[in-house]
């Protein structure tokens, strides 16, 4: 059985037994029963949202690697556009080159400034790109980590709640 099967299962378990000290609490007019029964409601209040949030942090995470993974495809994307576009330039300016060496060699130089400035803006963005998706996926790591960090704080308002239940019962 699945460690998240096998949780639902304990936390199913643990309302039937609040659900029957309950009623025989309720019956025998004892107290101390109900009050268990109390706990095991809570205990297993406490073990489904620890669950909840574990399943929150997992889908964050996903969620994150998704979003990074499509900022990965369009900044290769952009880089080839851009090399495409260097390469493009540059056979221009060879063939202008052919035509009339030095207006060619002049304008060449020209062209080659602007290409490198271009090239060196579109490297530029690029970058902030990748340090935008570098800074999502931060964001959805952090947000994983507060939800598991509310997880282990349920597990441990459960284990607060019946210290003295084992793993299994959990």
């Known amino acids: 059985m699945s460690t998240a099967n096998s949780g639902f299962a304990n936390s199913l378990l643990d309302r039937v037994k609040g659900a029957a000290k309950h009623v025989a609490g309720t019956l025998t007019g004892d107290e101390s029963l109900r009050r268990e029964a109390e706990l095991h409601r809570d205990k297993a209040d406490a073990a489904a949202e620890a669950r909840r949030l574990e399943a929150d942090a997992e889908h964050e995470q996903r969620k994150a690697e998704v979003v990074e993974r499509r900022e990965e495809v369009k900044t290769e994307r952009q880089r080839l556009a851009a090399e495409a576009a260097a390469d493009a330039q540059e056979q221009r300016i060879e063939r202008d080159r052919a035509v009339a060496q030095q207006a060619a060699e002049q304008k060449a130089a020209h062209e080659q400034v602007a290409a490198d400035q271009q090239a060196e803006a579109q490297r530029a963005a690029l970058r902030r790109q990748e340090q935008q998706a570098a800074a999502e ?13 509310k997880a282990r704080e349920a597990e441990r308002t459960a284990e607060e709640l019946d210290p003295d239940a084992t793993e299994e019962d959990r």
């Open 137 to 149: 996926r931060a964001k959805g790591d952090r947000q994983a980590a507060a939800l598991k960090a």
